[in-house]
């Protein structure tokens, strides 16, 4: 069974920092492009940041450039967001995406096709 599983979330104070990791189980995250994406209360969802299968690509969204790094360890199987100088508006659930192509948008959900169940982030003091 192909599945994505974040973890890391939790509740932080303004300022703070979490990692999220996203690991896959069912197959390897090699040759995909991977999303971060986040949705909160009464917003829709949107993306945060995506690393491309090739050459290991990054974009970010303008809300979370210098805050924000993803970064993948193809041995591990897993790809992480780092998550720095929090502020309460980063405040949602927090989802990780797979694509099975050589580069990631993070402006569009489309072309994702796995996603893993999300972990909350809550940026709060």
């Known amino acids: 069974q192909l599945q994505l599983v974040e973890s890391g979330g939790g509740l932080v104070q303004p300022g703070g920092s979490l990692r999220l990791s996203c690991a896959a189980s069912?197959?390897?995250?090699?040759?995909?492009?991977i999303g971060w994406f986040r949705q909160a209360p009464g917003k829709e969802r949107e993306g945060v940041s995506c690393?491309?299968?090739?050459?290991?690509?990054?974009n970010y969204a303008d809300s979370v450039k210098g805050r924000f790094t993803i970064s993948r360890d193809n041995a591990k199987n897993t790809v992480y967001l780092q998550m720095n100088s929090l502020k309460p508006e980063d405040t949602a659930v927090y989802y990780c995406?797979?694509?099975?192509?050589?580069?990631?948008?993070?402006?569009?959900?489309?072309?994702?096709?796995?996603w893993g169940q999300g972990t909350q982030v809550t940026v709060s003091s």
């Open positions: 690393v491309s299968s090739s050459f290991g690509v990054t």
């Open positions: 995406a797979a694509a099975q192509r050589p580069f990631c948008l993070v402006a569009t959900e489309s072309g994702y096709d796995y």
């Open positions: 069912g197959f390897t995250l090699d040759g995909y492009s």
